[in-house]
């Protein structure tokens, strides 16, 4: 298990946060500069500044997370994009996480798993294969807020309950209706089909 308690998925969400929102560079420079600045701000500004920031060249569409493991559905502009994105983040997490559980060694038994998407549907599978699988373990809560802080993903975002700002659906629900339920998005990832159809749409093509 890579999450075992809530501070786990809030750790790792406040990862994304910092790696994937725009760093106030200035701002910070400016708050080094102040004077009678305390050390241990200070030292907490540097950490920040150091920290690697993929705002511009990573764009999270989606995404879940699960007790054994995580789904990220994201844009790259250059084509190492991702590698360093999934890198730092890897390696972020599993510092905290060996350091919380008192282990060593690697987090994951194998280098993250890429699947280009290649096609409309296969986009619009993907995100409804990932939103699913959160679904799926909280077939029995029927608020989605608050069965996203026991199994965190995008899919609020999604049906208009909750903004980030470092989460773009918009590209998804370009496709959908939003005056029309039959036609929507949520009508779109909760109808029941076969799901082994689904999942192969979504990861194999």
């Known amino acids: 298990m890579i999450f075992q308690d809530e501070q786990d998925y809030s750790v790792f969400l406040s990862y994304l946060k910092t790696y994937l929102t725009p760093k106030e560079k200035d701002d910070l420079l400016r708050l080094l500069s102040k004077p009678g600045l305390a050390s241990r701000e200070k030292d907490k500004i540097l950490k920040e500044l150091r920290l690697n920031n993929f705002s511009g060249e990573i764009k999270l569409l989606a995404y879940s997370l699960m007790p054994n493991h995580f789904h990220l559905l994201v844009k790259q502009k250059s084509a190492n994009s991702i590698d360093r ?40 599978y993907l995100t409804k294969y990932i939103h699913r699988n959160c679904l799926e373990v909280l077939a029995s809560q029927e608020d989605v807020l608050r069965a996203y802080y026991a199994q965190p993903s995008s899919y609020p975002d999604y049906l208009g309950l909750r903004k980030t700002e470092w989460i773009y659906p918009e590209e998804i ?6 005056t029309n339920p039959r036609l929507s998005y949520k009508s779109f990832v909760e109808e029941t089909g076969d799901i082994l159809i689904e999942e192969k749409i979504a990861i194999d093509l």
């Open 85 to 124: 994105f999934m890198n730092s983040l890897g390696v972020r997490y599993a510092m905290f996480f060996n350091r919380k559980y008192k282990r060593v060694g690697s987090l994951c038994q194998d280098v993250y798993k890429a699947v280009l998407v290649e096609s409309e549907p296969q986009l619009l």
């Open 173 to 178: 629900l370009a496709f959908f209706s939003t």
